[in-house]
């Protein structure tokens, strides 16, 4: 690491504006995550850039003393992608919600995952709208009674995990807003992928849709539901790890230890070239409900679009030189009157 | 290949000093391509010309109907032009129904050249007629020329190795060499050009080359085809000229623009007709260092250019109307962030999918007014394939002079239309190059919405830059510090400062140059891709001793500063356009005054003589 930069403190990356998400919102465990590994991850804070849309989550630029933008809903990740196509050298986040990102904005979501353009992306998901104040969102489970629901949500909900997965993203992860060592491996994990990382955060709003993940948080039900994916490592999970996650062929299982034996536990490998596993495992939970992956599903190499993009302009300017402006005007022939 | 059909004894043309000739066929039979090479020649012989090409909408309407008809016009002459020309003296028509779709259009007594072996009965009938027009008289008004084409193209190409289907591809060649003798134009520049194109030893390359040549000898031997003409070089102004198309003049544009403001290029874009072109040339330039992103639909095209200028590219996004309303949200949000951005809107026929390869300038109040809130912006617009290059740079200079999107209105008739553009002298193009903010403007702080006294343009710091981290959005914000605001009276202040600074680019716009005669009681005011005709109806109409005064205007938002001199004391002020008197309402709303407008919403451009006959009617009217 460059030994020249600057030792930041968390403080470095707060902005002076105040922070105004409602009290016990989720919004300020993720800003918290984040500013405090930004000053132990060693880039220079100029080159951080935060691209958000519209939404409670999208408020966090003005609070991170970097460069930002709260743009527009559903289109940060459309924006981000011209702000690291411009410049390579900078460090594009994109903070986005359930609803701007997997509603209005689903569409750039998708073809920035499939470009592998180097953004990370951190998707607030707290299954509702919380800015528009409390209708049901993409995320949201089928029934759910919202003020646009009354009789219980018709809608499908998408699994953001499955829904990246399948658009090739090289990248993609989920973590808990409240579970910040967790959160800071995964963070350290995505700025270090080159290419989009996504990352799905389940956070609570406490107003609008509270508890909407209490069986990952709640003490007596946490150990039975969280299942966390270590690249190399059995999937195991339940208080004594009595647990774990085989690969059957429906999918993926969940069985105990004491029954299958360990051997047949499946081994996580978040390299794997093909994204089919990791899909199967993103398809244990619908929600969260019952046992859930937290972890790194994928984390693979692909070129990434900048450097093709980069590549090609030095490959052109290799052999043809960079372009003279007069050699350009005359390119399709010319005459000469007199 | 040598062309040695040259030095053929040929008869001695007829010298003429203008003609209009119209390559029409089924789409599939490469009419665009015979007019496109035929006007290449034409531009190195030194004549001058303007094109006007005209597709069907289908790309695979059925073949051999109406609906496909696809057609190539040039005018070219050994004076100054204008237009491509109101109605053709010779039309080369492929089959009948190329025939039936551009018979009306034709002078009296004008010359047809007909691929006689398309004129079959299924042909005829898919063209709706009812029986053979070439036998049946009706075109006794029409000096009708006949050659076998596919015939004779198959017998040409007998030995180059291209068999089959493949072979009748070469007959727009053959049609081409035709009209080469017809017109004494040199073979030689189509000859290198195929073999530019397809590769020296290659079958294709043979049989485009047999086919030219054995068009150009059929004109030698033929009965009927030894009364030939003769287009002199035009006395252009002297200097080296090229033959321009509007898109690509504005895709140079956007190089030249860029490297006068010293930035690099990004443009962000989704295809669409009639704009695609501009992304296709400005991809082929990647030794500029320009980068092309095509994106997954027009918002993410504006979208990535946002980012971009952010990021301190200048920023550009193409498109057409449809993919103007998609875009207008996020252009909103630039006009707030007050980012560079140029947005250009090569305008179609519509509303919705319209006509989409027909011309309107039917975008101009959508430009000037469709976005929400008090959003004003500038506004640029493109004369002729050859003023897109300067009005381009024009645009980029005004966006990044005062930090704020500006949109550029070309159309689909500049487009691809085309014209002789003498090259400018690239060391004296303006140059404004951009100083992007690099240290605090306000002691130790830096306020990003900070202005300039003059352009009140913002300070430009990019992502980057130690010490300069800010946040810019699109909710309200507080005057110079940028922090998000909600009071009531920054709010009004704000909205009226952004509107001063749209304002301000009045000043930098010069003086409107008024042509022909500038005090006459009757102003021809135009805007846009009505140049051409309304200067040629204008000059029409003065030969025949009509006094008119003609100003087309380039700065639509803000309007020129001595517009309302102009205007002034005016009997009869014309605005002829393409739409249904947008510019005339606009005039009407600025000057409260009541402009006469000719609004033609047909998917053409006007002809001369039209815009002369509206000249003629309205001396009729005051003299009376
Ligand atoms: C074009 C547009 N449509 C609708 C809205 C209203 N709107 C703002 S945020 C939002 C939903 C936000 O939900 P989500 O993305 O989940 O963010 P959260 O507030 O839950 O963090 C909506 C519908 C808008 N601002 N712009
Ligand atoms: S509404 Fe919900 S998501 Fe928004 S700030 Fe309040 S608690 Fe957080
Ligand atoms: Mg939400």
Same mark, same amino acid.
């Given at each position: 690491?460059?030994?020249?930069?600057?030792?930041?403190?968390?403080?470095?990356?707060?902005?002076?504006?105040?922070?105004?998400?409602?009290?016990?919102?989720?919004?300020?465990?993720?800003?918290?995550?984040?500013?405090?590994?930004?000053?132990?991850?060693?880039?220079?804070?100029?080159?951080?850039?935060?691209?958000?849309?519209?939404?409670?989550?999208?408020?966090?630029?003005?609070?991170?003393?970097?460069?930002?933008?709260?743009?527009?809903?559903?289109?940060?990740?459309?924006?981000?992608s011209g702000v690291a196509a411009a410049n390579p050298d900078l460090t594009v986040w994109v903070i986005t919600g359930d609803g701007d990102a997997l509603s209005i904005g689903g569409n750039h979501l998708i073809h920035a995952l499939r470009r592998n353009i180097n953004l990370k992306i951190l998707l607030f998901n707290n299954q509702i709208y919380g800015l528009t104040k409390g209708q049901y969102s993409p995320t949201s489970e089928q029934g759910k009674r919202t003020k646009t629901s009354p009789m219980g949500s018709i809608d499908y909900p998408f699994n953001p995990v499955s829904l990246a997965l399948g658009a090739e993203a090289t990248f993609v992860a989920r973590t808990l807003d409240m579970d910040r060592k967790h959160t800071a491996e995964i963070l350290a994990a995505a700025a270090e992928h080159r290419g989009t990382a996504f990352i799905e955060f389940y956070q609570n709003c406490n107003v609008f849709n509270d508890k909407a993940f209490i069986e990952l948080t709640s003490r007596d039900t946490r150990d039975d539901n969280r299942v966390y994916l270590d690249h190399g490592k059995p999937i195991l999970f339940g208080a004594?790890?009595?647990?774990?996650?085989?690969?059957?062929?429906?999918?993926?299982?969940?069985?105990?230890?004491?029954?299958?034996?360990?051997?047949?536990?499946?081994?996580?490998?978040?390299?794997?070239?093909?994204?089919?596993?990791?899909?199967?495992l993103s398809r244990l939970s619908h929600g969260p409900h019952g046992p859930t992956p937290l972890g790194i599903f994928r984390d693979v190499e692909r070129p990434v679009y900048e450097d093709l993009m980069v590549g090609q302009i030095e490959e052109a300017q290799a052999q043809k030189g960079t372009g003279d402006l007069a050699d350009l005007l005359r390119s399709t022939g010319t005459w000469t009157t007199n | 290949m040598s062309s040695d059909t040259e030095t053929d004894a040929r008869p001695t043309p007829e010298k003429i000093d203008r003609v209009v000739i119209r390559f029409a066929g089924d789409s599939g039979d490469g009419m665009q391509l015979a007019g496109t090479q035929f006007t290449a020649s034409s531009a190195m012989f030194g004549n001058d010309l303007a094109t006007l090409p005209n597709?069907?909408?289908?790309?695979?309407?059925?073949?051999?109907?109406?609906?496909?008809?696809?057609?190539?016009?040039?005018?070219?002459?050994?004076?100054?032009?204008?237009?491509?020309?109101?109605?053709?003296?010779?039309?080369?028509?492929?089959?009948?129904?190329?025939?039936?779709?551009?018979?009306?259009?034709?002078?009296?007594?004008?010359?047809?050249?007909?691929?006689?072996?398309?004129?079959?009965?299924?042909?005829?009938?898919?063209?709706?007629?009812?029986?053979?027009?070439?036998?049946?008289?009706?075109?006794?008004?029409?000096h009708v020329l006949t050659a076998p084409m596919e015939e004779l193209t198959k017998k040409a190409l007998a030995g180059t190795g291209v068999?089959?289907?493949?072979?009748? $591809?070469?007959?727009?060649?053959?049609?081409?060499?035709?009209?080469?003798?017809?017109?004494?134009?040199?073979?030689?520049?189509?000859?290198?050009?195929?073999?530019?194109?397809?590769?020296?030893?290659?079958?294709?390359?043979?049989?485009?080359?047999?086919?030219?040549?054995?068009?150009y000898n059929y004109g030698i031997t033929a009965e009927g085809f030894h009364h030939t003409f003769e287009v002199e070089p035009a006395a252009l102004p002297k200097g080296e000229y090229?033959?321009?198309?509007?898109?690509?003049?504005?895709?140079?544009?956007?190089?030249?623009?860029? $490297?006068?403001?010293?930035?690099?290029?990004?443009?962000?874009?989704?295809?669409?007709?009639?704009?695609?072109?501009?992304?296709?040339?400005?991809?082929?330039?990647?030794?500029?260092?320009?980068?092309?992103?095509?994106?997954?639909?027009?918002?993410?095209?504006?979208?990535?250019?946002?980012?971009?200028?952010?990021?301190?590219?200048?920023?550009?996004?193409?498109?057409?109307?449809?993919?103007?309303?998609?875009?207008?949200?996020?252009?909103?949000?630039?006009?707030?962030?007050?980012?560079?951005?140029?947005?250009?809107?090569?305008?179609?026929?519509g509303p919705s999918t319209g006509m989409p390869t027909k011309v309107e300038q039917s975008d101009l109040l959508f430009a000037m007014y469709g976005r929400h809130g008090e959003a004003p912006l500038p506004i640029v617009s493109i004369a002729s394939p050859a003023d897109a290059f300067s009005a381009t740079m024009e645009a980029v200079r005004i966006a990044t002079k005062f930090m704020t999107p500006v949109i550029l209105l070309s159309d689909g008739y500049i487009a691809n239309s085309s014209e002789p553009w003498k090259l400018p002298n690239v060391e004296d193009l303006p140059t404004f190059p951009v100083t992007l903010t690099t240290e605090p403007n306000d002691g130790d702080e830096f306020l990003p919405y900070a202005r300039d006294p003059e352009t009140l343009a913002r300070p430009w710091a990019v992502p980057g830059t130690p010490g300069l981290e800010h946040r810019v959005g699109g909710l309200e914000k507080q005057d110079r510090t940028g922090n998000v605001a909600y009071e009531p009276e920054n709010h009004q202040l704000?909205?009226?400062?952004?509107?001063?600074?749209?304002?301000?680019?009045?000043?930098?716009?010069?003086?409107?140059?008024?042509?022909?005669?500038?005090?006459?009681?009757?102003?021809?005011?135009?805007?846009?891709?009505?140049?051409?005709?309304?200067?040629?109806?204008?000059?029409?109409? $003065?030969?025949?001793?009509?006094?008119?005064?003609?100003?087309?205007?380039?700065?639509?938002?803000?309007?020129?500063?001595?517009?309302?001199?102009?205007?002034?004391?005016?009997?009869?002020?014309?605005i002829p356009e393409l739409n249904n008197g947008q510019f005339a309402r606009m005039i009407r709303a600025e000057y409260l005054i009541a402009p006469r407008s000719y609004a033609k919403i047909q998917g053409e451009p006007f002809k001369a003589d039209e815009i002369e006959e509206q000249l003629n009617e309205i001396c009729r009217e005051i003299n009376s």
């Amino acid at each position: 690491m460059n030994i020249d930069i600057k030792q930041y403190t968390r403080a470095d990356f707060q902005s002076d504006q105040e922070v105004r998400w409602c009290p016990g919102c989720g919004d300020y465990t993720i800003l918290a995550s984040v500013q405090t590994f930004l000053a132990e991850l060693g880039i220079e804070r100029e080159k951080h850039v935060f691209i958000s849309g519209i939404g409670c989550s999208s408020r966090f630029p003005y609070y991170m003393n970097t460069y930002g933008m709260h743009s527009i809903h559903g289109r940060a990740a459309a924006i981000a992608s011209g702000v690291a196509a411009a410049n390579p050298d900078l460090t594009v986040w994109v903070i986005t919600g359930d609803g701007d990102a997997l509603s209005i904005g689903g569409n750039h979501l998708i073809h920035a995952l499939r470009r592998n353009i180097n953004l990370k992306i951190l998707l607030f998901n707290n299954q509702i709208y919380g800015l528009t104040k409390g209708q049901y969102s993409p995320t949201s489970e089928q029934g759910k009674r919202t003020k646009t629901s009354p009789m219980g949500s018709i809608d499908y909900p998408f699994n953001p995990v499955s829904l990246a997965l399948g658009a090739e993203a090289t990248f993609v992860a989920r973590t808990l807003d409240m579970d910040r060592k967790h959160t800071a491996e995964i963070l350290a994990a995505a700025a270090e992928h080159r290419g989009t990382a996504f990352i799905e955060f389940y956070q609570n709003c406490n107003v609008f849709n509270d508890k909407a993940f209490i069986e990952l948080t709640s003490r007596d039900t946490r150990d039975d539901n969280r299942v966390y994916l270590d690249h190399g490592k059995p999937i195991l999970f339940g208080a004594d790890n009595e647990f774990g996650i085989r690969i059957g062929p429906t999918g993926a299982e969940i069985v105990e230890v004491s029954k299958v034996g360990i051997d047949s536990i499946q081994v996580h490998n978040a390299k794997d070239p093909e994204p089919g596993v990791a899909f199967a495992l993103s398809r244990l939970s619908h929600g969260p409900h019952g046992p859930t992956p937290l972890g790194i599903f994928r984390d693979v190499e692909r070129p990434v679009y900048e450097d093709l993009m980069v590549g090609q302009i030095e490959e052109a300017q290799a052999q043809k030189g960079t372009g003279d402006l007069a050699d350009l005007l005359r390119s399709t022939g010319t005459w000469t009157t007199n | 290949m040598s062309s040695d059909t040259e030095t053929d004894a040929r008869p001695t043309p007829e010298k003429i000093d203008r003609v209009v000739i119209r390559f029409a066929g089924d789409s599939g039979d490469g009419m665009q391509l015979a007019g496109t090479q035929f006007t290449a020649s034409s531009a190195m012989f030194g004549n001058d010309l303007a094109t006007l090409p005209n597709f069907p909408s289908e790309i695979r309407a059925p073949a051999g109907t109406i609906a496909g008809v696809s057609s190539f016009q040039v005018h070219i002459a050994d004076w100054d032009i204008l237009t491509p020309g109101d109605h053709p003296d010779c039309l080369i028509a492929m089959n009948p129904a190329a025939l039936k779709a551009n018979l009306h259009d034709l002078k009296p007594g004008a010359l047809i050249i007909v691929n006689v072996d398309a004129f079959n009965e299924r042909n005829l009938a898919k063209a709706g007629y009812e029986s053979n027009p070439l036998e049946d008289d009706s075109l006794r008004a029409y000096h009708v020329l006949t050659a076998p084409m596919e015939e004779l193209t198959k017998k040409a190409l007998a030995g180059t190795g291209v068999k089959g289907r493949a072979v009748l $591809r070469s007959k727009n060649f053959f049609a081409l060499g035709l009209m080469s003798w017809m017109y004494s134009r040199p073979l030689k520049p189509v000859e290198d050009w195929i073999v530019k194109k397809f590769g020296e030893d290659s079958p294709v390359a043979a049989a485009n080359l047999a086919a030219l040549h054995a068009g150009y000898n059929y004109g030698i031997t033929a009965e009927g085809f030894h009364h030939t003409f003769e287009v002199e070089p035009a006395a252009l102004p002297k200097g080296e000229y090229t033959n321009i198309s509007g898109n690509i003049a504005t895709a140079w544009g956007l190089i030249a623009g860029a $490297r006068a403001a010293n930035l690099p290029l990004f443009l962000g874009s989704y295809p669409i007709t009639p704009a695609t072109s501009i992304l296709e040339e400005l991809a082929k330039q990647k030794h500029f260092g320009v980068k092309t992103f095509q994106a997954e639909d027009e918002i993410a095209g504006v979208g990535s250019a946002v980012g971009a200028a952010f990021a301190g590219n200048l920023a550009a996004t193409t498109t057409s109307g449809p993919g103007l309303a998609l875009k207008s949200e996020t252009i909103s949000l630039a006009f707030m962030l007050e980012l560079p951005l140029v947005v250009i809107d090569v305008q179609r026929a519509g509303p919705s999918t319209g006509m989409p390869t027909k011309v309107e300038q039917s975008d101009l109040l959508f430009a000037m007014y469709g976005r929400h809130g008090e959003a004003p912006l500038p506004i640029v617009s493109i004369a002729s394939p050859a003023d897109a290059f300067s009005a381009t740079m024009e645009a980029v200079r005004i966006a990044t002079k005062f930090m704020t999107p500006v949109i550029l209105l070309s159309d689909g008739y500049i487009a691809n239309s085309s014209e002789p553009w003498k090259l400018p002298n690239v060391e004296d193009l303006p140059t404004f190059p951009v100083t992007l903010t690099t240290e605090p403007n306000d002691g130790d702080e830096f306020l990003p919405y900070a202005r300039d006294p003059e352009t009140l343009a913002r300070p430009w710091a990019v992502p980057g830059t130690p010490g300069l981290e800010h946040r810019v959005g699109g909710l309200e914000k507080q005057d110079r510090t940028g922090n998000v605001a909600y009071e009531p009276e920054n709010h009004q202040l704000m909205t009226e400062l952004r509107a001063a600074k749209i304002d301000a680019i009045r000043r930098d716009i010069p003086p409107i140059k008024v042509h022909g005669d500038a005090d006459s009681k009757i102003l021809v005011l135009g805007w846009g891709s009505t140049f051409s005709a309304i200067r040629a109806g204008v000059l029409n109409a $003065r030969r025949n001793g009509r006094s008119v005064a003609h100003a087309q205007i380039r700065h639509l938002n803000p309007l020129p500063p001595d517009l309302g001199d102009v205007l002034e004391g005016r009997e009869v002020i014309l605005i002829p356009e393409l739409n249904n008197g947008q510019f005339a309402r606009m005039i009407r709303a600025e000057y409260l005054i009541a402009p006469r407008s000719y609004a033609k919403i047909q998917g053409e451009p006007f002809k001369a003589d039209e815009i002369e006959e509206q000249l003629n009617e309205i001396c009729r009217e005051i003299n009376s």
